[in-house]
């Protein structure tokens, strides 16, 4: 039987998975955001994107925990696996958020899909600086993490300036 996951894996598991789900959300936003007056849309498709892709990685990690185990999973097995992959869905709650205060008219539809992207692109250079800064490094190479990070919001970023 493998050993059950140290607590710096079960740490970096919930992490990635924030991660993973905040540059999901932010490509969501910008894969929909070409119809700036619906802000609708992208909120379904960010919700449901983000819910289906928990969902996948909870059967996903259910389905090999079973073949490991060699038994089927009990529940209190199930309700673990799909809150260690919890954090994937909560990321794309600050997205979320700004998408709804765009649909409630707190955020002008024009501006929501940009100020949803800066968010996502924002939490991806906070999750580097805040990882650097733990690591005690010096403030250039905090600042190198931070773009590191931040690079794949960035990037999806051009994505939908080259498609849209």
């Known amino acids: ?4 996951e140290t607590p710096l894996e079960h740490r970096a598991h919930h ?24 802000v609708s849309r992208p909120m379904v498709l960010v919700l449901g994107t983000s819910v289906v892709f928990w969902l996948a990685h909870v059967y996903a990690l259910g389905l090999a925990a079973r073949m490991v185990a060699r038994r ?4 209190s097995e199930i ?3 799909a809150r260690s992959e919890w954090p994937m869905l909560q990321s794309s709650g600050p ?6 205060l765009g649909g409630l ?6 501006q929501t899909a940009n100020v949803a992207l800066l968010v996502g692109i924002g939490a991806l250079f906070t999750y ?16 190198l993490n ?17 498609v849209h």
């Open 1 to 4: 039987m493998e050993p059950a």
């Open 15 to 38: 992490l990635a998975g924030a991660i993973y789900g905040t540059i999901l959300a932010t490509t969501v936003v910008a894969a929909t955001a070409s119809h700036p007056e619906d």
């Open 72 to 75: 089927p999973l009990r529940r």
């Open 79 to 81: 309700i673990g696996l």
């Open 95 to 100: 997205i979320l958020l700004v998408l709804l």
């Open 105 to 110: 008219g707190v955020i002008s539809p024009e």
């Open 128 to 143: 580097g600086y805040i990882i650097g800064r733990q690591e005690h490094l010096s403030w250039f190479k905090v600042l």
């Open 146 to 162: 931070a773009l590191a990070a931040g690079c794949f919001g960035v990037a999806v970023l051009v994505l939908k300036l080259v």
